[in-house]
């Protein structure tokens, strides 16, 4: 017998401790499971990062008034107010004042994408994440998993349990008596077959698994849910989910004995090729009774596609519960298909879909639900918005409702009559960032269902109002915003896109927009089709010119008013072995009029020189991904970079390539970047060696042309970078997040030290810093106001240091030890230097701040002591 090798993988908040063995036919299900690559990947991530130079702070900016799309939501009903939301790909967040704040939970874990939690209703302090998102959607942006993860103190600390290569989980539930016995409705690969789908179950809280329910490789579990009036009893839900969402494996199922033992039931339930995911519950007090709701995909114009049928029996027969059609669920019924029962009354239920339904006469009608909206970050949306992921009902007062979806986080203690939005976690699933020429600039960003906003470049501090705003919102609360442009030569001109090739421009000053999207005539032969995300420009020599591009390019000479095509085809002209849909990135060359570059998104690069008269093929040597963005070079002409991603087709290695010939060679430059998936990449206009890579977890940078790269910045969470853009008179670096929101850093500090051959210790020049303002009746300080000055320092080594504030007369007024690390340091200081506590009534000067004046700034190290002036001005 071989002796299992271990494989222990270390992380502060985690360990795995993973056995290899094939010649052992007993080893546990979680441990015969492929290691997912996203493990690997993290492994060299967290080195890179460990041992990075490059410690510039990431400097928050939010928003927070435009929500996330919540994947799960929970609360504690043994502890009132304490409240887990899950994003999508924004991490678990919790709150113990029901949303007044919150702090995220699950940090810089090897999965960013989440698919459901659940707590042990026997002991609620017992939490199981399980990850990978459960919405099946191609935008490069679905963040797959890496199975179970477990916590024994309300999420302080975290044990991954395994079920590594499920990727995508639909469902997670505990025994509502013993907090060991877990079942998990698996979806598997979204893009490829697997066997790792279906349900699995452990007894022994994650130790090892079994997998009870295996319908095929291309069929997973959706949904899965004990009796609460019985917890030998369990349903679940199997869902036929590759290729297609839709498919006769699509089923109910029922377990007599905790989850061991499947069988089906699905007498009387209308199963055929086009039947798709399917949601369920169990009443509370009746081991019998159950609903199901059915997304069936075989109706036209997304009118009555969702059907609910009701047990009474246990599931030897179920009965369509209506008779009028339900036309919550769209075309997209695929995202959603939640069912719940009130705790109290089991004919009384909800289905989740495009809107909330809601039935008091157990399904024999339903009504939308929408409500009064308040919103605990002021926003402009006026209804409650639309796509629903997940309730929670409180089984004491089944009249408060927590509601996840792509909006964020809704609270309501009247049944769905009124929310309270909980519209404070900056969690936002940004796809583009756009800056304009203001000084000061403003930063645009479009994200997934909560359109575009709009704001400045300015901290985010959850004591105050969110200073953003939206560019646009659609009258549903939301709309994908995708790519924004503002024309370099009018600041008020503003182009901004939707979903699926749709845009506009907007005039800021009066606020009017024009529809700009390609419109062709019928005898124009000319059939147009887009990726969710499309890709369109301004030309850098004419802002007048816009370019779009699906499986043709097209271009615009009059701000989008008017268009002519200016390719053949470029999908039909595809090479016949890939299966492509529409572009994917789109550029123009720096250097010369006419030179463009198009890339699909299955690998297939375009070029013309003479703005689309002819295309040249120049994809020899490329991967077969998707191309989602391409950066001609602004120091070289000949010289262009691509980023390739492999999301939408399970494949999780990074992907980016330079050519220094208009694309006839190709080289790969992601070297030692960890083998995740990356999704942009951007040149320095300053320096032409140095390139930025956003990616799957974080930035990372390279100063001689990708040859070597490394993990770039401290205080950022590990998530997935959607784009970058670099502000060149204050030389801010700022990014887009899916999932976190936006950050800036400056690049002055890192500009210095790759252009200096000293490696000795360095304290960087300090900006005067501001002294706060104070308001006028009581002259207290306007928080507002309060600005942190960065103190930036270069270490040749590892080791303490002290900061220090002196006056001018060298008497010592402040003092901070760090532990530095080797490379560049920031250190970021709000002048605070005493802070205060009275009894005394109206005492309101809480904080002192280092006043108005000249002083000296110190830093002391083993080396000895450097010195730098500090202004502090009105």
Same mark, same amino acid.
């Given at each position: 017998m071989n002796?299992?090798?271990l494989? &222990?993988?270390?992380h /502060?908040?985690i360990?795995? $401790? *993973?056995?290899?063995?094939?010649?052992l =036919?007993?080893?546990?299900i979680?441990?015969?499971?492929?290691?997912?690559?996203?493990?690997?990947?993290?492994?060299?991530?967290?080195d890179?990062?460990?041992?990075s130079p490059y410690g510039?702070e990431?400097i928050?900016l939010?928003?927070?008034?435009n929500?996330?799309r919540?994947e799960?939501i929970?609360s504690d009903?043994n502890t009132?107010?304490?409240?887990?939301a899950a994003?999508?790909?924004?991490g678990?967040?919790?709150t113990?004042?029901?949303?007044?704040?919150?702090?995220?939970i699950?940090?810089?874990?090897p999965?960013l994408?989440?698919?459901? &939690?659940a707590?042990? /209703?026997?002991?609620t302090? $017992? *939490?199981?994440?399980?990850?990978?998102? =459960?919405?099946k959607?191609a935008?490069n942006?679905t963040?797959?998993?890496?199975?179970?993860?477990r916590?024994n103190?309300?999420?302080?600390t975290w044990?991954?349990i395994?079920?590594n290569d499920t990727?995508?989980?639909?469902?997670?539930?505990v025994?509502?008596?013993?907090?060991d016995?877990v079942?998990?409705?698996?979806q598997g690969h979204?893009?490829?077959s697997?066997e790792?789908?279906?349900?699995?179950?452990?007894?022994?809280?994650g130790?090892?698994?079994?997998?009870?329910l295996?319908?095929?490789e291309?069929?997973g579990?959706n949904?899965i849910v004990?009796?609460?009036?019985n917890p030998?009893?369990?349903?679940?839900?199997?869902?036929?989910?590759?290729?297609?969402?839709?498919?006769k494996?699509s089923?109910?199922?029922?377990?007599?004995?905790a989850?061991?033992?499947?069988?089906?039931i699905t007498?009387?339930?209308?199963?055929?090729?086009?039947?798709?995911r399917?949601?369920?519950?169990?009443?509370?007090?009746?081991?019998?009774?159950?609903?199901?709701f059915i997304?069936?995909?075989?109706q036209?114009?997304?009118q009555g596609?969702g059907?609910?049928y009701?047990?009474?029996?246990g599931?030897k027969?179920?009965?369509?519960?209506?008779?009028?059609?339900i036309?919550?669920?769209?075309?997209?019924?695929w995202?959603?298909m939640?069912m719940?029962?009130?705790p109290?009354?089991?004919?009384?239920i909800?289905g989740?879909?495009v809107?909330l339904i809601h039935?008091?006469d157990?399904?024999?009608?339903?009504k939308?639900?929408?409500?009064q909206i308040?919103?605990?970050?002021?926003?402009?949306?006026?209804?409650?918005?639309?796509?629903h992921?997940?309730m929670?009902?409180?089984?004491?007062?089944?009249?408060?409702?927590?509601?996840?979806?792509?909006?964020?986080?809704?609270?309501?203690?009247?049944?769905g009559?009124?929310?309270?939005h909980?519209?404070?976690?900056?969690?936002?699933?940004?796809?583009?960032i756009?800056?304009?020429?203001?000084?000061?600039?403003?930063?645009?960003g479009?994200?997934?269902d909560?359109?575009?906003?709009?704001?400045?470049?300015?901290?985010y501090?959850?004591?105050?109002?969110?200073?953003w705003?939206?560019?646009?919102i659609?009258?549903?609360?939301?709309?994908?915003?995708?790519?924004?442009?503002?024309d370099?030569?009018?600041?008020?001109?503003v182009?901004?896109?939707m979903?699926?090739?749709?845009?506009?421009?907007r005039?800021?000053?009066t606020?009017?927009s024009?529809?700009?999207?390609?419109k062709?005539q019928?005898?124009?032969?000319?059939?147009?089709?887009?990726n969710?995300?499309?890709p369109?420009?301004?030309s850098?020599?004419?802002?007048?010119?816009?370019?779009?591009?699906?499986?043709?390019?097209?271009?615009?000479k009059d701000?989008?008013?008017n268009w002519?095509v200016?390719s053949?085809?470029?999908?039909?002209?595809?090479?016949?072995?890939?299966?492509?849909?529409?572009a994917?990135?789109?550029?123009?060359?720096y250097?010369e009029?006419?030179?463009?570059?198009m890339?699909?998104?299955?690998?297939?690069?375009?070029?013309t020189?003479n703005?689309?008269e002819?295309w040249k093929?120049?994809s020899?040597?490329?991967s077969?991904?998707?191309?989602?963005s391409?950066?001609?070079?602004?120091?070289k002409?000949?010289r262009?970079?691509i980023?390739?991603?492999g999301?939408?087709?399970?494949d999780?290695?990074?992907?980016?390539?330079?050519?220094?010939?208009?694309?006839?060679h190709?080289?790969?430059?992601?070297?030692?970047?960890?083998?995740?998936?990356?999704?942009?990449?951007?040149?320095d206009p300053?320096?032409e060696n140095?390139l930025?890579?956003?990616?799957?977890?974080?930035?990372?940078v390279?100063t001689?042309?990708?040859?070597n790269?490394?993990?770039?910045g401290?205080?950022?969470?590990?998530?997935?970078i959607a784009?970058?853009?670099?502000?060149?008179?204050?030389?801010?670096m700022?990014?887009a997040?899916?999932g976190r929101?936006?950050?800036k850093?400056?690049?002055k500090?890192?500009?210095?030290?790759i252009t200096?051959?000293?490696t000795?210790?360095?304290?960087?020049?300090?900006?005067?810093?501001?002294?706060?303002?104070?308001?006028?009746t009581?002259?207290?300080v306007d928080?507002k106001?309060?600005?942190?000055?960065?103190?930036?320092?270069w270490l040749?080594?590892?080791?303490?240091?002290?900061?220090?504030?002196t006056n001018t007369?060298?008497?010592?007024?402040?003092?901070k030890?760090?532990?530095?690390?080797?490379?560049l340091?920031q250190?970021?200081?709000?002048?605070?230097?005493?802070e205060?506590?009275?009894?005394l009534?109206y005492?309101?000067?809480?904080?002192?701040y280092?006043d108005k004046g000249?002083?000296?700034?110190?830093l002391?190290?083993?080396e000895?002591?450097?010195?730098k002036k500090?202004?502090v001005?009105?």
């Amino acid at each position: 017998m071989n002796i299992p090798s271990l494989f &222990i993988f270390k992380h /502060p908040n985690i360990i795995f $401790i *993973i056995i290899f063995s094939s010649a052992l =036919n007993n080893l546990l299900i979680s441990q015969n499971q492929p290691i997912s690559p996203l493990i690997y990947s993290y492994q060299e991530h967290t080195d890179l990062k460990s041992t990075s130079p490059y410690g510039l702070e990431w400097i928050h900016l939010g928003p927070t008034l435009n929500g996330a799309r919540v994947e799960a939501i929970q609360s504690d009903p043994n502890t009132p107010g304490t409240i887990y939301a899950a994003f999508g790909s924004g991490g678990l967040w919790k709150t113990i004042n029901n949303g007044l704040n919150w702090k995220p939970i699950f940090e810089n874990m090897p999965s960013l994408g989440i698919g459901d &939690i659940a707590l042990a /209703p026997s002991n609620t302090e $017992i *939490i199981y994440v399980a990850t990978g998102e =459960n919405l099946k959607k191609a935008r490069n942006f679905t963040m797959p998993g890496t199975g179970v993860y477990r916590s024994n103190n309300g999420g302080d600390t975290w044990e991954h349990i395994g079920l590594n290569d499920t990727w995508h989980i639909g469902e997670i539930v505990v025994h509502p008596n013993n907090p060991d016995i877990v079942l998990v409705a698996a979806q598997g690969h979204f893009w490829s077959s697997n066997e790792n789908r279906g349900i699995f179950r452990t007894d022994d809280g994650g130790k090892s698994w079994n997998h009870v329910l295996f319908i095929d490789e291309n069929t997973g579990a959706n949904d899965i849910v004990f009796s609460r009036a019985n917890p030998k009893i369990v349903y679940a839900t199997t869902w036929e989910n590759y290729p297609n969402v839709n498919g006769k494996k699509s089923a109910v199922y029922k377990s007599e004995d905790a989850g061991l033992i499947w069988n089906k039931i699905t007498n009387g339930v209308t199963i055929n090729k086009n039947t798709g995911r399917i949601g369920i519950a169990a009443s509370y007090q009746d081991k019998d009774k159950a609903y199901i709701f059915i997304d069936q995909r075989n109706q036209r114009n997304g009118q009555g596609t969702g059907e609910v049928y009701k047990t009474t029996n246990g599931g030897k027969n179920w009965k369509k519960t209506h008779k009028e059609n339900i036309k919550s669920l769209s075309v997209i019924g695929w995202y959603f298909m939640d069912m719940y029962v009130n705790p109290q009354n089991d004919e009384e239920i909800y289905g989740l879909g495009v809107r909330l339904i809601h039935s008091i006469d157990g399904g024999k009608t339903f009504k939308n639900i929408g409500g009064q909206i308040t919103h605990l970050t002021p926003s402009p949306a006026q209804t409650l918005h639309l796509d629903h992921c997940e309730m929670w009902i409180n089984p004491s007062n089944p009249k408060e409702l927590l509601l996840g979806n792509d909006g964020g986080v809704y609270h309501s203690y009247d049944g769905g009559k009124s929310w309270l939005h909980l519209n404070n976690i900056s969690a936002g699933e940004f796809y583009d960032i756009e800056i304009d020429n203001q000084d000061p600039y403003h930063i645009y960003g479009g994200t997934q269902d909560d359109a575009t906003v709009y704001g400045f470049a300015q901290e985010y501090n959850s004591e105050f109002d969110d200073p953003w705003e939206y560019l646009w919102i659609d009258a549903w609360s939301g709309g994908d915003g995708c790519i924004t442009l503002v024309d370099p030569n009018d600041e008020n001109t503003v182009y901004f896109s939707m979903q699926n090739g749709g845009a506009l421009r907007r005039n800021i000053n009066t606020g009017k927009s024009v529809d700009i999207r390609p419109k062709f005539q019928k005898e124009d032969n000319i059939k147009i089709q887009y990726n969710f995300i499309t890709p369109y420009m301004l030309s850098h020599f004419d802002s007048n010119t816009v370019y779009m591009a699906g499986n043709y390019v097209m271009r615009s000479k009059d701000r989008g008013d008017n268009w002519t095509v200016i390719s053949p085809d470029l999908i039909k002209e595809r090479d016949h072995s890939k299966t492509e849909t529409a572009a994917g990135a789109l550029a123009e060359s720096y250097f010369e009029e006419g030179t463009m570059y198009m890339g699909t998104d299955r690998g297939t690069m375009w070029y013309t020189k003479n703005g689309g008269e002819n295309w040249k093929n120049i994809s020899q040597g490329l991967s077969d991904q998707y191309i989602r963005s391409i950066y001609p070079s602004q120091h070289k002409k000949e010289r262009l970079y691509i980023q390739m991603t492999g999301l939408n087709y399970d494949d999780f290695g990074a992907y980016l390539y330079v050519s220094e010939d208009y694309g006839v060679h190709w080289k790969s430059i992601t070297n030692n970047l960890p083998n995740h998936p990356i999704k942009t990449i951007v040149e320095d206009p300053d320096f032409e060696n140095i390139l930025y890579a956003g990616t799957y977890r974080g930035v990372y940078v390279s100063t001689n042309r990708g040859e070597n790269w490394s993990y770039f910045g401290v205080a950022l969470p590990d998530i997935s970078i959607a784009d970058i853009a670099i502000e060149t008179k204050s030389k801010d670096m700022i990014i887009a997040t899916h999932g976190r929101g936006i950050y800036k850093t400056n690049l002055k500090p890192f500009y210095h030290q790759i252009t200096t051959k000293d490696t000795s210790n360095y304290l960087y020049e300090v900006e005067s810093a501001k002294y706060p303002d104070l308001r006028d009746t009581h002259k207290d300080v306007d928080k507002k106001s309060v600005q942190k000055l960065p103190i930036t320092f270069w270490l040749n080594k590892t080791e303490n240091i002290i900061l220090r504030i002196t006056n001018t007369t060298d008497s010592l007024i402040w003092t901070k030890s760090i532990k530095g690390r080797k490379g560049l340091n920031q250190y970021r200081w709000d002048l605070t230097i005493r802070e205060e506590i009275s009894n005394l009534p109206y005492y309101i000067h809480y904080k002192k701040y280092l006043d108005k004046g000249e002083y000296n700034l110190l830093l002391e190290s083993s080396e000895g002591i450097l010195k730098k002036k500090l202004s502090v001005i009105e």
